[in-house]
C-alpha cells in the first residue's frame, strides 16, 4: 500500500535517543517528514549525554513534535516540568523493547491521528502502541 507524502510544512520531528537516529528517523524522511534527532539536534557525541530537560526545551521552543520510546518521562518531575513549561508536545511508542522497524511500523500506523493531534498546542503526551493512541497526560477529564 503506498504511503502519502507529508506535507513539507508541518509538522517537524524529534526522535529521542530510545528511538535512535536511524531506522525511524529515516523511514519518516522517506515519508516526507522533516525529522531531527538528538545528533542532529545537539552534535555527537553530545547527544548521548544531554539532559533530557534540555532537549524537552528545544523541543518546544522550536515546536519540535517529540517521537520517544521513553515511558518514565511523564513520571520524572524535572522532565515533566521540562514537558509543561516548554508546551513539549509528545508521543511515547509505549513499548520501549521493539526493534527500529517495529517502532517505525507503529509510528506508520498511527501517523493519521499523530497529524491531527499534533495541531493541538502543548503541552501533552500521547502513548502509541501496537493497537491504541491513548493520552496519558495530562489525563483527559
Known amino acids: 500500500m503506498p504511503r502519502s507524502r ?23 524522511r522517506a ?26 526545551q528545544a ?18 518531575p524535572s522532565e515533566i516540568a521540562a514537558v509543561e513549561q516548554y508546551g513539549v508536545k ?11 522497524p517495529a517502532q517505525l511500523a507503529v509510528v506508520r500506523r498511527h501517523m493519521p491521528r499523530i497529524l491531527r493531534e499534533a495541531r493541538a498546542p502543548g503541552p501533552w503526551i500521547w502513548s502509541l502502541s501496537a493497537s491504541a493512541v491513548k493520552r496519558v497526560w495530562p489525563r483527559a477529564n
Not at 43 to 54: L, N, S, W
Not at 90 to 100: K, V, Y
Open 6 to 28: 507529508a506535507p513539507l510544512s508541518f509538522p517537524r520531528f524529534l526522535l529521542d535517543r530510545s528511538v535512535g537516529r536511524y531506522v525511524v528517523a529515516e523511514g519518516m
Open 31 to 56: 515519508d516526507g517528514f522533516e525529522v531531527e534527532t538528538l545528533a542532529s539536534l545537539c552534535g555527537e557525541p553530545r547527544a548521548q549525554a544531554v539532559k533530557d530537560e534540555e532537549w524537552l
Open 59 to 76: 523541543a518546544g521552543i522550536h515546536d519540535l513534535v517529540v517521537i520517544t520510546a521513553d515511558s518514565a518521562i511523564r513520571r520524572r
Open 90 to 100: 509528545m508521543f511515547c511508542i509505549a513499548n520501549g523493547h521493539l526493534t527500529g
